[in-house]
């Protein structure tokens, strides 16, 4: 009897000799699914056909045959009953393949496909990854228990096998396609020479948060089936040279052959619309928002540079973009890098409570010229980085959900502080910045428990939110700003001109203040269309029965041209910068003993 056991090439594996090639052992190794020749061997005996057939989903076979002239070989492409068989993931038994259109038309040297049988292959996990399929010239009259349980025992050993390859070789076991490290493998062979390129493209192909939501929802078996199903639709417009990898859980990259040319915009914008379109996984629909990340290698590159990192961060930025792709930028990136780094030295900062600090600026009542409140604001020195401004840090924290430890961090030392001056007589109220991102479920609970341990009178708090916050609050927002205010709390509405609200939209804000940004407060002593503006603002406002802020008041002049307007308070650095809490009572005395010019005494000289 001979065998002539083989392997026809699939998407994936650019092998297309027999596995037993004497002098090629190595690829034998790399590529033949161990112990098939065994098993195979095994199944050509036990159900008597001349051959057997080792089908995966992506369209690779390895066959073994006991004839040199076996029906219907599966080389070049298996044919349709083959793949069929494969990506199903039943079992099938077709005693009379003859008037079956799957196998048919036999090619014309192997004669006609009489018999037909497959059993699915699973991974460990139960996952379909191929078929183990029989064929005979022959029709058969039955397939006796003995030889389906042959069958399936095979099935499940050659199930082992294709696992076990993946783990020796190149391919991952759920997607059959090559994984990262034969990616980095291959990218070696194409950047040999010193002025070698490679472009890759990396697809993201959903947020990572979504993704996890998805597999939270729906298990891990769906998302397999739906990076499954994306890979499938980025063969469809893939090129023949090209090559596609698994590069992460739910991460795709394509490595094109050297020498070729980036793809044009069109084609981009093609792979884009395809991975758009809505998917059916598992009979349920999605839509994704995928990104496609362009990134040219040089050989120089390879060594320390890391591409794979890159042209992701690439296809990261492409997510949100209006295209769907992009090019890799070198300072995109670095801003990435670096936001990063501060957002994990900042949580580290916010446990180890030595690089965080309260600054508290002073606002000064207009009416009376005394000091009436501090607001206190956020200070980082970074050991290596020196000061970091809240407004880089703030808006990182607020994205990478660190809002919550941070603000709580803010309100126990400033509560902690207020106590303090409240037991040394001192009757100031403290203002606090609060991010729209704090209103989670027990953010008044939190508040509760610190005005409790700290033995604070809520009615000398005021928080302040940003315009945008209370623009159009939802309902629980809301809730929340009415309990705030039931607590006797003040609200600040922060930056106000910065936003897009509009003058009538304040009306439905439930806030006790209004805080005129430093923007439109700046110029006001030359400009008199901003003094206009502060003018009306503040006389519709208080109309409103705000009491009115103004911010950044920077010298002598515009501290008196808000001295003429309706204003209730100003701050600013002509008045005082924000100082640490040690600094506090000792300005405040020297203040008392020297006030600023009020209303109430309107013949004395700005200074
Ligand atoms: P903000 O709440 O509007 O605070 C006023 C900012 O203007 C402060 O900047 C202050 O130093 C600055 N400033 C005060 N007077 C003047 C002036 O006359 N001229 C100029 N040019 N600037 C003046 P800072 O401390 O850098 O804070 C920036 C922003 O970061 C704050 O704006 C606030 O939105 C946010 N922030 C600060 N601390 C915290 C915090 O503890 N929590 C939250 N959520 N945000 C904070
Ligand atoms: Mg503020
Ligand atoms: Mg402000």
Redesign the pocket.
């Known amino acids: 009897m001979q065998t002539m056991p083989g392997h026809a090439p699939g998407s994936t594996l650019d092998e297309s000799r027999p596995t037993s090639t004497p002098n090629d052992a190595e690829s034998v190794h790399r590529f033949a699914v161990p112990g098939f020749d065994a098993v195979a061997r095994l199944v050509a005996r036990s159900l008597d056909v001349p051959l057997v057939t080792l089908v995966l989903g992506d369209g690779s076979a390895y066959w073994y045959s006991t004839t040199p002239n076996p029906p219907m070989l599966p080389a070049g492409a298996p044919a349709p009953g083959f793949l069929d068989a494969a990506r199903s993931g039943v079992a099938e038994v077709v005693l009379d393949a003859r008037e079956d259109a799957r196998f048919q038309p036999a090619p014309p040297a192997t004669g006609p496909v009489g018999f037909f049988a497959s059993e699915p292959v699973m991974t460990l996990n139960g996952h379909p990854v191929g078929a183990l399929c029989v064929m005979d010239r022959m029709p058969r009259q039955s397939l006796s228990t003995r030889e389906r349980t042959a069958l399936r025992d095979a099935a499940a050993l050659a199930g082992t096998g294709v696992v076990l390859r993946s783990y020796m070789g190149r391919t991952d076991p759920v997607s059959q396609l090559p994984h990262r490290g034969a990616f980095f493998e291959d990218l070696r062979g194409q950047l040999r020479n010193a002025h070698d390129t490679v472009w890759l493209a990396a697809i993201e192909v959903a947020p990572v948060e979504r993704f996890n939501a998805f597999i939270r929802a729906m298990g891990h078996v769906y998302a397999d089936a739906l990076v499954r199903a994306v890979a499938e639709r980025v063969q469809i417009w893939m090129s023949a040279d090209m090559c596609l990898y698994q590069v992460g859980t739910s991460r795709l990259a394509i490595m094109l052959p050297a020498a070729h040319e980036r793809p044009s915009d069109a084609q981009l914008h093609a792979l884009v619309r395809l991975l758009r379109e809505p998917f059916d996984c598992l009979g349920i629909p999605l839509t994704l928002r995928p990104g496609v990340g362009l990134l040219q290698v040089e050989s120089s590159e390879m060594r320390g540079g890391d591409p794979l990192r890159r042209v992701m961060s690439a296809s990261h930025a492409a997510q949100d973009s209006a295209s769907g792709w992009a090019m890799y930028e070198h300072d995109q990136d670095e801003r990435h890098r670096q936001d990063f780094f501060l957002v994990t030295e900042l949580a580290a900062a916010l446990t180890d409570r030595t690089e965080l600090d309260?600054?508290y600026?002073p606002r000064v009542d207009l009416e009376s010229g005394q000091c009436v409140a501090l607001?206190?604001?956020?200070?980082w020195h970074h050991p290596t980085l020196g000061e970091v401004?809240?407004?880089r840090f703030?808006p990182l924290?607020?994205r990478a959900g660190l809002?919550r430890a941070?603000?709580e961090w803010?309100l126990d030392h400033?509560l902690a502080r207020l106590a303090v001056w409240q037991a040394q007589g001192l009757a100031i109220k403290l203002s606090?910045?609060?991010?729209g991102a704090?209103f989670d479920a027990d953010f008044l609970e939190r508040l509760e428990t610190l005005l409790a341990r700290h033995s604070v009178d809520p009615g000398l708090l005021e928080l302040?939110f940003?315009e945008s916050t209370l623009m159009h609050p939802c309902d629980a927002t809301l809730q929340h700003l009415m309990r705030i205010r039931a607590m006797g709390i003040g609200i600040a509405i922060?930056?106000f001109g910065t936003g897009y609200s509009n003058l009538a939209s304040l009306r439905e804000m439930p806030a006790t203040t209004l805080?005129i940004?430093?923007s439109l407060?700046?110029s006001i002593d030359g400009s008199r269309g901003d003094a206009a503006t502060v003018r009306s603002v503040t006389a519709l406002a208080r109309e409103l029965g705000f009491r009115v802020v103004v911010?950044?008041?920077?010298n002598a002049s515009v501290y008196a041209a808000v001295l003429d307007m309706a204003c209730d308070e100003a701050?600013?650095?002509?008045?005082a910068?924000?100082m640490p809490a040690a600094a506090v009572t000792p300005w405040l005395q020297a203040y008392a003993a020297a006030p600023f010019p009020s209303r109430r005494d309107r013949s004395d000289l700005p200074r």
């Open positions: 309260l600054y600026q607001e206190a604001l956020l200070r401004l809240p407004s703030v924290a607020e809002m941070l603000t803010v400033g606090f910045n609060v991010s704090d302040e940003t922060d930056d805080k940004d430093q407060v700046r911010e950044g008041v920077e701050q600013g650095f002509h008045i910068r924000p």
